[in-house]
């Protein structure tokens, strides 16, 4: 693929925008299968729908807490193929009626940021922050330079200094201690979409469900080329510059700056807990006894029950996905 840049540098966001984002030769934009065998890596609702199960348990949990309202907004960031927001809604439709009625889905997608004017309710995402274009940064002593993508005859990475001022707050947010010569991400496109959900929610709930870290998580592990990670045919790599177009370029949500942002826009933050524990906390264990009383030997469930297996094994999605709550003006 052909970069729009010739002879110049540009912010490593700017170049995994385009190559995500791009409206003909972005990889979520013209790539037609990016899921599943056929695609390059699987999401929890293409494992097994359960997921869409527990949101609507929080969903509805979450309408009777916003007092039962005519108008009941379901706002899913990054909805892709549909997925989870059509199974969400067919299970509000067939055990919850009356908040089906009520609701209003609404899917937004990162190419299309335009949110509504005023939201009410419910706004929920599974892997899309980690999606975002994100800045990269080399720490230097007690200093930063910005990692920039020199496009000539051939890419190469340049250092040179920061371009955004924001860069910094984040970084003194985000990481308690830095370590000298390590790569770090700034994902200042999480921060403004949050900026831009508070304008517009009057009262109500955001759920982010994503692949990422605290800072006490952070400040434990080793990751001295920051947590980049390049995914294409189900073969995960560290190198952005090969399969332009072709391949997801991700990186790890820092959850400790999606708290701290959400402290500053007065937020009342949950507990951030796994997967596997917010599926706990919203009625897996008895989808498993419902599961059981169909008798684990029959054969039209034992599919059913594979694919429920794989997204709950130890180690597996279930224990490295994390899940934030923040109510929004919501007592």
Known sequence: MELPWKNRRVTFEQFMDFCLYDPDRGYYTSKENIFGPEGDYYTT???????????????VYYFEQLGQPQCFHLVELGSGQGILGQDLLRHLRNNYPKVFERSQYI???ITSPDFPDEIFGFVFSNEFFDALPVHRVLTR?????????????????VKGEISDSRIWDYMKIGF??????YEYEVNLRMVEILEALDARLKSGVILTIDYGYSAEDYTCLDHPQGTMTCYYRHQAHANPYVNLGLQDIT?????????KTGERLGWKNGVLRTQRQFLLDYGLK??????????????????????LKTLLSPGGISDTMKVMEQRVRLE
Do not use: K
Request: charged letters at 25%; glycine letters at 6%.
């Open 176 to 181: 308690r201690q830095w370590n000298d010569g």
């Open 45 to 59: 609702p293409s494992v097994h729908p359960f997921l869409a199960h527990c949101l609507t348990e929080a969903a």
């Open 107 to 109: 899917p937004l997608e």
């Open 251 to 259: 990186s790890h949500v820092n959850f400790e700056v999606l708290v």
């Open 286 to 307: 008895d989808y498993l006894r419902c599961e059981e009383a169909h008798g684990f030997f029959n054969a039209e469930r034992v599919e059913e029950r594979l694919r």
């Open 141 to 157: 002593g007690s200093g930063l330079q910005e990692i920039y993508v020199q496009i000539n005859d051939q890419i190469s990475e």
